[in-house]
């Protein structure tokens, strides 16, 4: 029976529950006055109409960039790229990231579920009578104060948890976990463009160095038959024999510089080896020929015809911020929606079975409740992270302004230093030609005695330097131009990421 005080604490404990209730709902009715409105993202910003400075473009769609290895015609560096792309550790490696950032943040949504399990007990006692007496006397019936014997009990219940989505959390959180996903794939996508890029990069840095090898080597040729020739003419007298020590001292340092060179190219060639998934074969699994890279004449092929604002659509890094910014403020709704009640239904079931001496039975039972929870005393606490997320949106629009200017500016600088490596490449090859002549020119007229070997070494050291400067000029042509091409978003498609987020049902790599 219950006390006048009793019931008294029970009205006034319902009284306050009531107040409680009603200051929450209060609240809750003017959080939208408590926060300022989130204003909508920028998602586009504004560019100029043009580069620049900008190459002559080629007759191409900007699709073409999605692939742009393809267009130099070249198969060893397509070759190159299937295997780095399909093989390589970093690809790998980014692709496992996009399948772990989709499984991740899928438990976004599967929170708005129904939640629960089955749980079950199951035990066996067993009771004897050591001494003394267990019935109760002056009955009818002996009846035990103990049961005696196996007692076996089990139990399983299954109850769930299931929140009623009256004010759209779970649409809310799905658009934010749209956007968080396609941030990671954004990301797998630059890893991707940056593997091509490097890949490329280091093939033409490779072929460059062995058009280094090869011009060394035809330095030493030269020196070694120009030491040959001051050899007669010491020995005829013709010439003092401290010529002969001359053309000796660049013998030996020619020799240095092949071998310098030769170092520095395994190493290259180590490197891209690395970047395929191959590291640890063979130097002689990668020819590198330099007549692949000498025999461009025309220089590295043409850029699509491209505007700044493809940089918003091609560029992974650009997209991977729209993506952050569309989550920033995304979230900021979820975090609003925190505000307001949660109602869930709350269903179960059970079994429970009891077997004993003298009798055995089952029960079972079902219940089905309703869940209220109110944030009264943590609504300082939420509205506090609404106005933290706040700021975190404000920064996720800076970032993307900062890196549509950053791309911007990026590939504004590569297209115009680009232009300057072809015009410069064409104008040292005109100027390595032209001392080309003028070496064997002199080699002639020593030859024939009408020219002193001083004059044959300096035309020798003359054609030796203009030829190292065009190939390293026609090497920076071509390593600038992969710049290019993914400074304007290129090296990715919309289906690189479909194999990635695919569900993997075995262990083979994904092609």
């Given at each position: 029976?219950?006390?006048?005080?009793t019931?008294?604490?029970?009205?006034?404990?319902?009284?306050?529950?009531?107040?409680?209730?009603?200051?929450?709902?209060?609240?809750?009715?003017?959080?939208?006055?408590?926060?300022?409105?989130?204003?909508?993202?920028?998602?586009?910003?504004?560019?100029p109409?043009?580069?620049?400075?900008?190459?002559?473009?080629?007759?191409?769609?900007?699709?073409?960039?999605n692939?742009?290895?393809?267009?130099?015609?070249?198969?060893?560096?397509?070759?190159?790229?299937?295997?780095?792309?399909?093989?390589?550790?970093?690809?790998?490696?980014?692709?496992?990231r996009?399948?772990?950032a989709?499984?991740?943040?899928?438990t976004a949504?599967?929170?708005?579920?129904?939640q629960?399990g089955?749980?079950?007990?199951?035990?066996t006692?067993?009771?004897q009578?050591?001494?003394?007496?267990?019935?109760?006397?002056?009955?009818?019936?002996?009846?035990?104060?103990?049961?005696?014997?196996?007692?076996?009990?089990?139990?399983?219940?299954?109850?769930?948890?299931?929140?009623?989505?009256?004010?759209?959390?779970?649409?809310a959180?799905?658009r934010?976990?749209k956007?968080?996903?396609?941030?990671?794939?954004?990301?797998?996508?630059?890893?991707?463009?940056?593997?091509a890029?490097a890949?490329?990069?280091?093939?033409?840095?490779?072929?460059?160095?062995?058009?280094?090898?090869?011009?060394?080597?035809?330095?030493?040729?030269r020196?070694?038959?120009?030491a040959?020739?001051?050899r007669?003419?010491?020995?005829?007298?013709l010439?003092?024999a401290?010529d002969?020590?001359?053309?000796?001292?660049?013998?030996?340092?020619?020799?240095?510089?092949?071998?310098?060179l030769?170092?520095?190219?395994?190493?290259?060639?180590?490197s891209?080896?690395?970047?395929?998934?191959d590291?640890?074969?063979?130097?002689?699994?990668?020819p590198?020929?330099?007549?692949?890279?000498?025999?461009?004449?025309?220089?590295?092929?043409?850029?699509?015809?491209?505007a700044?604002?493809?940089?918003?659509?091609r560029?992974?890094?650009v997209?991977?911020?729209?993506?952050r910014?569309?989550?920033?403020?995304?979230?900021i709704l979820?975090?609003?929606?925190?505000?307001f009640?949660?109602?869930?239904i709350?269903?179960?079931?059970?079994?429970?079975?009891l077997?004993?001496?003298?009798?055995?039975?089952?029960?079972?039972?079902w219940?089905?409740?309703?869940?209220?929870?109110?944030?009264?005393?943590?609504?300082?606490?939420?509205?506090?992270?609404?106005?933290?997320?706040?700021?975190?949106?404000?920064?996720?629009?800076?970032?993307?302004?900062k890196?549509?200017?950053?791309?911007?500016?990026?590939?504004?600088?590569?297209?115009?230093?680009?232009?300057?490596?072809?015009?410069?490449?064409?104008?040292?090859?005109?100027?390595?030609?032209?001392?080309?002549?003028?070496l064997?020119?002199?080699?002639?007229?020593?030859?024939a005695?009408?020219?002193?070997?001083?004059?044959?070494?300096?035309?020798?050291?003359?054609?030796?330097s203009?030829?190292?400067?065009?190939?390293?000029?026609?090497?920076?042509?071509l390593?600038?131009s992969v710049q290019?091409?993914?400074?304007?978003?290129?090296?990715?498609?919309?289906?690189?990421?479909?194999?990635?987020?695919?569900?993997?049902?075995?262990g083979?790599?994904?092609?």
């Amino acid at each position: 029976m219950q006390t006048a005080a009793t019931r008294k604490r029970l009205v006034a404990a319902r009284c306050v529950a009531a107040h409680l209730v009603a200051a929450g709902l209060t609240g809750l009715l003017l959080v939208g006055c408590a926060t300022a409105p989130t204003p909508p993202p920028p998602l586009r910003a504004s560019l100029p109409p043009q580069y620049d400075a900008t190459p002559p473009p080629a007759p191409l769609p900007v699709a073409a960039l999605n692939a742009w290895w393809t267009l130099y015609r070249d198969s060893q560096l397509d070759a190159l790229e299937r295997q780095a792309l399909s093989h390589a550790p970093d690809a790998e490696a980014a692709a496992a990231r996009l399948r772990e950032a989709k499984a991740t943040l899928s438990t976004a949504l599967l929170a708005f579920n129904p939640q629960g399990g089955i749980s079950a007990t199951g035990a066996t006692q067993n009771t004897q009578l050591d001494g003394g007496n267990v019935d109760l006397s002056g009955l009818p019936l002996k009846v035990p104060l103990v049961a005696l014997g196996q007692t076996s009990s089990s139990d399983a219940e299954f109850n769930v948890s299931w929140e009623i989505d009256l004010f759209g959390r779970r649409a809310a959180a799905n658009r934010v976990a749209k956007a968080d996903l396609a941030a990671a794939r954004f990301a797998f996508e630059g890893s991707r463009a940056s593997l091509a890029a490097a890949v490329a990069d280091s093939l033409f840095t490779a072929r460059g160095l062995a058009e280094d090898v090869e011009a060394a080597r035809e330095t030493l040729k030269r020196d070694q038959q120009l030491a040959g020739l001051v050899r007669i003419q010491v020995q005829s007298g013709l010439a003092p024999a401290a010529d002969l020590s001359r053309t000796s001292v660049e013998v030996a340092k020619a020799q240095a510089q092949v071998i310098a060179l030769e170092a520095d190219l395994n190493a290259q060639k180590r490197s891209l080896l690395v970047l395929i998934g191959d590291g640890t074969a063979p130097l002689s699994a990668l020819p590198i020929s330099p007549e692949d890279q000498a025999s461009g004449a025309d220089g590295p092929p043409r850029l699509p015809a491209v505007a700044p604002g493809d940089l918003l659509e091609r560029r992974p890094d650009v997209r991977e911020a729209e993506a952050r910014l569309r989550s920033a403020f995304g979230s900021i709704l979820v975090d609003k929606l925190e505000l307001f009640p949660h109602f869930s239904i709350l269903p179960g079931v059970g079994v429970s079975e009891l077997s004993r001496p003298g009798n055995t039975y089952t029960t079972s039972l079902w219940s089905l409740g309703l869940g209220l929870a109110i944030p009264v005393l943590d609504r300082p606490r939420l509205l506090a992270v609404v106005k933290a997320q706040d700021a975190r949106a404000v920064q996720a629009a800076a970032d993307y302004e900062k890196t549509v200017q950053t791309a911007y500016g990026e590939a504004s600088n590569i297209l115009g230093e680009l232009d300057a490596d072809e015009r410069q490449a064409a104008l040292l090859a005109q100027a390595a030609a032209q001392a080309r002549a003028s070496l064997d020119a002199a080699q002639a007229g020593y030859a024939a005695g009408v020219q002193d070997w001083r004059s044959a070494l300096e035309a020798q050291q003359a054609w030796s330097s203009a030829d190292a400067a065009s190939a390293q000029a026609r090497t920076q042509a071509l390593r600038r131009s992969v710049q290019a091409f993914k400074a304007l978003g290129g090296g990715w498609s919309e289906d690189d990421a479909r194999p990635a987020l695919a569900d993997r049902r075995s262990g083979a790599r994904p092609s």
